[in-house]
C-alpha cells in the first residue's frame, strides 16, 4: 500500500499520475477530458513573449502549452491560459508535504474573443 507524506492512501496522486498517463498518450481523450473541467486544447501552442517566458516554470507533468478556458474576472469573460510562474522558489528538501514553495498558479489572458 501506497502512504502519502499526510499519512493518507495517496488516491488523489495515483489519479493525477494516471490521468497523465491517459491523456499525454491519447490527443481526443485529452481534449475530452479537458473540456469536462471547461478548457479548449487548440493545435497550436500558446507564444508567450520572452519576458513572460522567463518568469514561467515548466510543468513536467505538461506536455504542451496548448490549452485554455474562460474565466469571469471583474464581470467581463476572458480567455485565459493556466500558467505557473515564480517570483522566489525556494527548495525545502526536507519539508513535508511540500518540498517547493513560491510556485503561483496564474491566469493569463493570451486569447482576444472571437466570435
Given at each position: 500500500m501506497l502512504l502519502h507524506a499526510?499519512?493518507?492512501?495517496?488516491?488523489?496522486?495515483?489519479?493525477?499520475?494516471?490521468?497523465?498517463?491517459?491523456?499525454?498518450?491519447?490527443?481526443?481523450?485529452?481534449?475530452?477530458?479537458?473540456?469536462l473541467i471547461g478548457f479548449h486544447v487548440m493545435d497550436h501552442e500558446v507564444e508567450f513573449g520572452p519576458t513572460i517566458r522567463n518568469l514561467l516554470l515548466q510543468n513536467p507533468d505538461v506536455d504542451h502549452d496548448d490549452c485554455w478556458g474562460?474565466?469571469?474576472?471583474?464581470?467581463?469573460?476572458?480567455?485565459?491560459?493556466?500558467?505557473?510562474?515564480?517570483?522566489?522558489?525556494?527548495?525545502?528538501?526536507?519539508?513535508?508535504?511540500?518540498?517547493?514553495?513560491g510556485i503561483h498558479a496564474t491566469l493569463l489572458e493570451h486569447f482576444p474573443k472571437k466570435d
Open positions: 499526510d499519512g493518507g492512501s495517496g488516491r488523489g496522486l495515483i489519479s493525477h499520475e494516471i490521468f497523465h498517463c491517459l491523456t499525454r498518450n491519447n490527443a481526443e481523450f485529452r481534449a475530452a477530458l479537458y473540456s474562460e474565466f469571469t474576472i471583474e464581470g467581463q469573460k476572458r480567455r485565459c491560459a493556466l500558467t505557473l510562474d515564480t517570483r522566489k522558489v525556494l527548495f525545502v528538501p526536507y519539508a513535508t508535504p511540500a518540498l517547493i514553495r
